[in-house]
């Protein structure tokens, strides 16, 4: 570009001075004509530098997902080819499932039997919480027969007293000849039966007692032990479902794990380096990668030095040209400036930080989102280029950076290499 400019200039300088001679051609202007060039030239680079900054360090990168198998197995197949693409979930490889497809039927058979165990507990808590309600019900209706016997008691005997005392006046009555002795036998007679009457009285109260304190009546019992068998037993039914939650969630391992004896495709991208073959031994390992996944999303990535990002801002147009891709120009715009490399950074440790040797400053990424229409084309991983940033000031520069990031792309068609004889 800048022999181009020389040559117009050149151009109008021997149009003035030699063709037309509209200028004397002298010292003075001889040396202007030839200081007014270097003068201009180097303040529009230094312009260019500052407000369309180039590099020719942008990289493309994609994500690189290392296939690792989640279970150990002898592989059985493996349908990928190397270096072809694949859709999300395709198989990559199999393992031989028979170990885990054993596992998990002998742990379906095993909660099938604990859950029949846990109904079985279940059924037998339910039995005994309804003798506990029988024996409530019953010990209920002893404790209101025993109100009523100790009442009939009470009574029976405040009517003995009273009888007796009867007997006493009539017996005093008949001393004296002033009573009648049928009165005083019918008195006698009176005592007798409430007698009877109290001590019947007395003996059904005890009964009642008795069996309320569960020493009388095989069919009636102790509410106390019924309620630590339904104790014993409530904590029976959890050991037996936790027991069941276990296994169910050791089945739900295995099948997990069956799952995973096919290796399926984690996005759309291209297999590499598949080298794997029916017969291998995988070992679940995170370090034992047998394939690469490389997927189609990618990231551009365009390094600057850190003194000519200061104008830069996102959403800035920028142009980008590809070594893949000679005379292309693929249209972006600044995503992000990446304010962070490794050389900001220490390590947490018992050293003194080290300053006597300090490595150059580096350069700050800046992120590129490439423009719609352009999204369809291939972009290789690792694929190398240059690009040029567009900023919000002195567009009219902008147009000297454009040509020239155009004819540096069309000079990536020039391939130069030596010559190589073939020996015999």
Known sequence: MEILLLGIYSFFVWLIFIKLKLLPWTTPWKVAVAIFPVVCIVAMLLLLNIFAPTTTDVRVVNYVVPVVSQVRGRVIEVPVENNRPVKKGDVLFR?????????????????????????????KLSEIQ???????????????????????VASLSASLQLARKRVTQNTELVSTGAGNRFDLEQAHTNVDELSARLAAAGASEQQIREKLSGR???????????????????????????????TRAQLETARWELEQTTVRAPGNGTMVNVMLRPGFF???????????????????????????????APGNEVEITLDTYPGRII??????????????????????????????????????????????????????????????????????????????????????????????
């Open 95 to 123: 393992i031989d499932p028979t170990p885990y497809q054993n596992e998990v039927h002998s742990l379906e058979a095993r909660l099938v039997s604990e859950e029949a165990r846990v109904a079985a507990e279940r059924a």
């Open 130 to 152: 309804a003798k506990l309600a029988d024996a409530s019900t019953s010990e209920r209706q002893l404790t209101e027969q025993l109100k009523e016997a100790t009442g009939q």
């Open 216 to 246: 009388v009546g095989p069919d009636l019992a102790n509410v106390a032990e019924v309620k630590a068998q339904i104790a014993t037993a409530q904590a029976q039914v959890k050991v037996s479902q936790a027991q069941v939650d276990t």
């Open 331 to 424: 249209k972006a715009h600044v995503d992000s400036v990446i304010w962070a490399q490794a050389q900001g950074q220490l390590d947490a440790s018992g050293d003194l930080p080290r300053t006597g040797l300090v490595t150059p400053p580096g350069r700050f990424p800046v992120k590129l989102l490439v423009a719609d229409h352009d999204r369809a084309v291939f972009l290789a991983a690792g694929a190398r280029g240059a690009a040029a940033i567009y900023t919000d000031h002195l567009a009219p520069l902008h147009i000297l950076r454009k040509v020239l990031l155009r004819v540096g792309s069309y000079l990536n068609y020039v391939i130069i290499k030596h010559s190589i004889s073939l020996g015999h």
């Open 282 to 312: 995988v070992a679940g390992m995170p370090f034992n990668e047998v394939m690469t996944f490389v997927d189609n999303e990618y990231q551009i990535f365009a390094l600057f030095g850190q003194n000519e990002l200061h104008q830069v």
